[in-house]
């Protein structure tokens, strides 16, 4: 017997050649470079993509050990392309090797189909960053002592490992734009995507270009832990509706990180940065702490928190609304099983297929006509 071929309708067929075809290029792309490593001539350009630049030594005061730090220009702009590529490469892998695999036992809808992948990529980057982030500040004295957050700023110099982390997040949400088109979004989903990818890299920027890389992973990191918890709770509610625990706890722990959120920036932009502020504003030495520049980042911030907690709300509303939708027909179901319908009473006065009246009395008999 011949092998049976499945047949596939021609938008599945475009959307596999597109997405093939732009994974392909994008290797291809990368792998160039990084061959381009082989060669003498090629080396000194192709080094400025792959490697974090702008390094600086600093000699400790006994002069028995170096310090490696790192600052941030133009080039990094060439390693956020470069990390961006990489991003769009592992974006492809997860979504042919794992939940193109899952969604085909799932046998989803359209609709839950888009929000499953947009659930699932979010969930493994969301996950990836929260232990990296969380590393980071294990290693650092910010969770012990929030005054750092202000200390001795401008905060130009970087660790590696700070530097890399802010790199690898500006080159994932600018991934995220292009990956609306491969991933051939719908018209009504992109606006509201389009909204948290300029949010996140709006703020990502802002903390690494006006050195409060502090701040910003102080705050990345329960941000992060919020929304893998949401997205989490989504991926197994598409696997089976009646798992819902995990929305309650992404509630409760979403107003908290917004209260804590509004509470870093208020200190430290209303009162440990004003106190230590520096009028001479300096984009050479990285001094961006004036009055302005604090108002701005601050309004921002709330802004922000203002939206989300807004966006929050409506959510819970909407959902409070359909359990109240869904139960009143349930109650109208209940009310009419238990009243006898007319049908139902006519039957219950037939036994035996004679009529039984109600007081007892026997029915009238009908005469026969003669023929």
């Known amino acids: 017997m011949g092998l049976r071929r499945k047949n596939k ?41 792959i490697t974090v630049q702008y390094n600086v030594t600093y ?16 080039k990094d702009i060439a390693t956020i392309f470069f990390y961006m590529l990489i991003a769009i490469i592992l974006h492809a892998v997860i979504q042919e090797y794992i939940l193109d695999k899952i969604n085909r036992r799932l046998h989803l809808s359209k609709t839950k189909h888009s929000k499953f992948n947009e659930s699932g990529q979010l969930a493994f980057f969301y996950l990836f960053s929260f232990t990296w982030g969380a590393s980071i500040l294990t290693a650092e004295e910010f969770m012990t002592n929030p005054t750092l957050l202000w200390k001795e700023y401008p905060h130009s110099r970087m660790l590696f490992q700070v530097k890399f982390f802010y790199i690898c997040q500006i080159a994932y949400w600018l991934h995220a734009l292009p990956e609306l088109y491969f991933q051939k979004i719908r018209k009504e989903d992109i606006p509201r995507q389009l909204y948290y990818i300029c949010l996140y890299i709006a703020h990502i920027s802002g903390a690494y270009v006006l050195n409060l890389q502090r701040l910003g992973l102080i705050l990345l990191v329960p941000h992060y832990l919020v929304e893998l918890i949401f997205h989490a709770s989504r991926l197994f509610y598409f696997s089976d509706e009646n798992k819902q625990k995990g929305f309650t706890l992404w509630a409760l722990l979403f107003v908290m990180t917004r209260l804590l959120t509004l509470t870093l920036s208020v200190l430290t932009f209303g009162f440990g940065l004003a106190r230590v502020e520096n009028p001479v504003f300096s984009i050479v030495d990285g001094n961006f702490n004036v009055l302005t520049v604090r108002i701005s980042c601050l309004a921002a911030v709330c802004l922000t928190q203002a939206w989300m907690m807004w966006k929050f709300i409506n959510f819970q509303l909407k959902k409070w609304r359909e359990h109240t939708q869904n139960q009143i027909p349930r109650r109208k179901i209940n009310n009419t099983k238990s009243k006898p319908t007319k049908k139902e009473t006519n039957r219950a006065n037939v036994v035996n297929g004679a009529v039984k009246l109600e007081d007892g009395a026997s029915p009238r008999t009908r005469k026969s006509k003669a023929l």
């Open 9 to 49: 309708s021609p938008a599945v067929l475009s959307h596999e050649f597109v997405t093939q075809n732009h994974a392909d290029a994008v290797s291809c792309l990368a792998m160039g470079l990084l061959l381009g490593l082989m060669f003498e001539v090629t080396a000194k350009y192709v080094i400025i993509f």
């Open 59 to 74: 000699a400790t005061d006994d002069k028995s050990e170096l310090v490696h730090f790192y600052e941030y220009g133009p």
